[in-house]
């Protein structure tokens, strides 16, 4: 319940209008509905089957010719599931707006790898949008948009991530790095 909250909290101060923020917290409690729904399988949830379900979701197949997607597939651990979920669904929804599927010439990169050694192991993901035409809207210096806001507080807070978000004139660079063990055995 405190993440529907903050999630309406977050939508509320940025939307501009009723049905704004009626369309924004519909498309972000439907994101949650989805990561609810494969938490509660019981087989393990990888965050190739988190991207996945949300580029399906978006788009069922429209933006798959101007996508790469490389790395291993990463088990995640349960905890992480839904933030990273959220994460995932405010970066292609903003790609859609803003980004890389905005134009016709835009491209989406993600990269995922592994780095060190059992139990220090982090996961790093690598979001890269190239061709970049459309510009974004002017950046409010007093407010920041939700996904970036989750990206660069909510991760670090939560999942004990490091986040790296720069949005340039060339495109845009995000990346996470998160610890795949918590030292609980029980979600391993």
């Known amino acids: ?11 509320l101060d940025q939307a501009k209008t009723i049905a704004d923020f009626e369309n924004r917290f519909d498309k972000r409690l439907q994101a ?29 197949g429209t933006f798959q010719d101007r996508i790469a997607i490389a790395g291993p597939e990463v088990v ?20 859609i707006k803003y980004g890389a599927f905005a134009s016709e010439t835009g491209r989406l990169s ?3 790898r592994i780095e060190g050694m059992p139990p220090d ?31 660069e507080e909510a991760l670090p807070y939560s999942l004990s991530a490091e986040t790296i978000f ?3 004139p060339e495109g ?14 029980r979600e391993e």
């Open 1 to 11: 319940m405190a993440v529907v909250q903050s999630i309406a909290h977050q939508t």
């Open 32 to 60: 949650l509905s989805r990561v609810q729904s494969l938490l509660s399988r019981a087989e393990p949830i990888t965050l190739g089957a988190v991207v996945g379900m949300e580029l399906e979701a978006i788009g069922d």
């Open 166 to 168: 720069d949005l340039g």
């Open 110 to 112: 993600v990269s995922l």
């Open 121 to 151: 192991q982090q996961l790093v993901l690598e979001w890269i949008e190239r061709g970049i035409t459309s510009p974004a809207p002017p950046p409010d210096p007093k407010r920041s948009g939700y996904g970036r806001t989750l990206i």
């Open 172 to 185: 845009l660079y995000c990346r996470i790095r998160l610890p795949l063990a918590r030292g609980d055995a």
């Open 76 to 95: 995640l651990r349960k905890s992480a599931v839904e933030m990273l979920a959220l994460a995932i669904h405010e970066l292609l929804t903003n790609a």
